[in-house]
């Protein structure tokens, strides 16, 4: 039996929004690279193949509460208001952007709390990438909201699934039920109380804590539904990997480049604290890394790592700023690698919702997105 389409959540309340007119690299004022321009490319794709994607703009109101259980109060509260506050204190519309830092050699020591806008964008923010504009919070709140509506879908299909292996009725392991999340802005760099790389609400995040925290859903033994990230995206998601540091569900696992943004995090030796050790898994790869290598590394963790864990669902953050052009990052993988990649996932045989994280290539953006999809269908080209 073929596998069904994968079904596509977006928005414009997400995709279009959130615009700031440049950020700063390498000390160079230039574009901002996590524009609209990339998921327009992305859906340009997907309604290219129609036999393969079914899109959608039904979004749920899930509230404030599951963002509330992943982001402190304080921090929420702040992303919400600080364009404002900016603008009123004279701050450049382009958007906030912190001027200092609490860099962890002066944080030692300081006890002053910031009250001044300004020193609040530093508090709240690590890099000078995640820039502030006015519809910057209602962007991530409807990233979030789109990630929760697909993560509510990818319940349903999955009990349909598993009633299918049980009945027989044309379900099988090979043809696990797929989604895809077309969000920004994206989420693995968003922490529980500061943003950065981009990342403003840590979507995967959000999503999988609201799975765990779902009354009725449960494993066999009582526990809540077990979830397996499973984050490919060229960066280390630190984000991620600090929310979730401290438990044993869900287990966090990432496939970055070594010696590259976020710099400070992504070691292999970072495995979790207390009930969290052990299920944090790091595999850092060279920035010459090729198509194969990069599948091997990928078919490895998911034996090692992914398939022992006994997950219910896989959740991905879907990067594919590991492609050889991408203009901020890239190791020498080439577009041929993505239906393998999506193949390996697909292989897992578990239901799997797919977030849109970073990738900046905008030409190669749909093929490459397309093509990790399609190898989730089971076919070998985008
Ligand atoms: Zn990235």
């Known amino acids: 039996m073929a596998p069904s389409p994968i079904k596509v959540f977006t928005s414009a309340l997400c995709t279009t929004m959130h615009t700031p007119a440049y950020e700063f690299l390498s000390g160079a004022e230039t574009q901002y690279y996590e524009s609209p321009a990339r998921l327009e490319a992305i859906l340009h794709y997907l309604e290219s193949n129609p036999s393969s994607f079914e899109i959608t703009e039904h ?41 200092t830092i609490p860099h962890y050699k002066v944080a030692r020591l300081g006890r002053q709390t910031p009250v001044n806008t300004l020193a609040k964008a530093g508090e709240y923010c690590f890099d000078l990438s995640a820039v502030i504009t006015k519809d910057t919070f209602k962007a991530a709140w409807n990233a979030a909201q789109v990630t929760l509506t697909a993560t509510k879908e990818l319940v349903r299909v999955a009990a349909e699934y598993e009633q299918g292996l049980v009945e027989g009725t044309g379900a099988a392991r090979s043809n696990p039920p797929g989604l ?142 590991t492609y050889k052009d991408d203009p901020i990052a890239g190791f020498l993988v080439t577009s041929d690698a993505y239906p393998r990649i999506g193949n390996a996932i697909r292989k897992i045989g578990l239901p799997t919702l ?4 970073g990738g900046y290539c905008v030409e190669k953006l749909g093929v490459n997105v397309g093509g990790i999809l399609q190898g989730y269908l089971g076919k070998t080209t985008a």
């Open 59 to 99: 979004v749920e109101d899930f509230g404030y509460a599951p963002i509330q259980r992943v982001h402190r109060q304080d921090f929420l509260d702040y992303l919400e208001t600080a364009y404002k506050e900016w603008i009123l204190e004279g701050g450049h519309p382009n958007g906030v952007l912190p001027a």
């Open 180 to 321: 895809y999340a077309l969000v920004r802005p994206p989420g693995h760099h968003a922490q529980s109380d500061v943003c950065g790389g981009y990342c403003f609400m840590n979507n995967v995040a959000i999503a999988t804590q609201w799975l765990i925290d779902q009354p009725e859903l449960k494993r066999k033994d009582g526990g809540p539904k077990k979830i397996a990230i499973l984050d490919i995206d060229f960066h280390h998601g630190n984000g991620t990997q600090e929310i979730f540091y401290t438990t044993s569900n869900p287990l966090y696992t990432s496939l970055h480049t070594r010696d590259d943004y976020p710099y400070f995090t992504g070691a292999e030796v970072e495995i979790g604290e207390g009930q969290g050790v052990g299920f944090n898994i790091n595999i850092p790869l060279p920035q010459s890394t090729t198509d194969d290598e990069y599948v091997a590394a990928l078919e490895k963790l998911i034996q090692e790592h992914v398939v022992p864990y006994d997950a219910d669902y896989i959740m991905v953050s879907l990067g594919v700023d």
């Open 354 to 357: 797919f977030v849109q994280e």
